[in-house]
């Protein structure tokens, strides 16, 4: 099993920035996809971003394409998440997760994080 710990979140004003943070423990990740997941209250999680631990291949959803950038310390078993130009819609409670063969489905996912909640104010 893999232990994620999100954390970064907190409140801002629309068109400022934030960098989320997942720290990763309990085995080694380079084997494992490491993906981004929001959710809304009443709505449906869904994807954000993935980035392959050991190739680095990034994919994005075309909501936050050109604002968001997924990125990964290898040093520090730890995945970012800078997220450029908020939007109000992009308040939700934001997951890190960890999956073999995974890709922009959250049930391809079985490690998760707590989440951390990030709030955009207009």
């Known amino acids: 099993q893999v232990q994620l710990v999100e954390s970064g979140g907190g409140l801002v004003q629309a068109g400022g920035s934030l960098r989320l943070s997942c720290a990763a423990s309990g085995r080694t990740v380079s084997r494992y996809v490491m993906g981004w997941f929001r959710q809304a209250p009443g709505k449906e999680r869904e994807f954000v971003a993935l980035?392959?631990?050991?190739?680095?291949?990034?994919y994005y959803a075309d909501s936050v394409k050109g604002r968001f950038t997924i990125s990964r310390d290898n040093a520090k078993n730890t995945v970012y998440l800078q997220m450029n130009n908020l939007k109000p819609e992009d308040t939700a409670l934001y997951y890190c997760?960890?999956?073999?063969?995974?890709?922009?489905?959250?049930?391809?996912?079985?490690?998760w994080g707590q989440g951390t909640q990030v709030t955009v104010s207009s």
């Open positions: 980035i392959s631990w050991s190739s680095g291949t990034t």
């Open positions: 997760a960890a999956g073999t063969m995974a890709w922009d489905k959250s049930a391809q996912y079985d490690n």
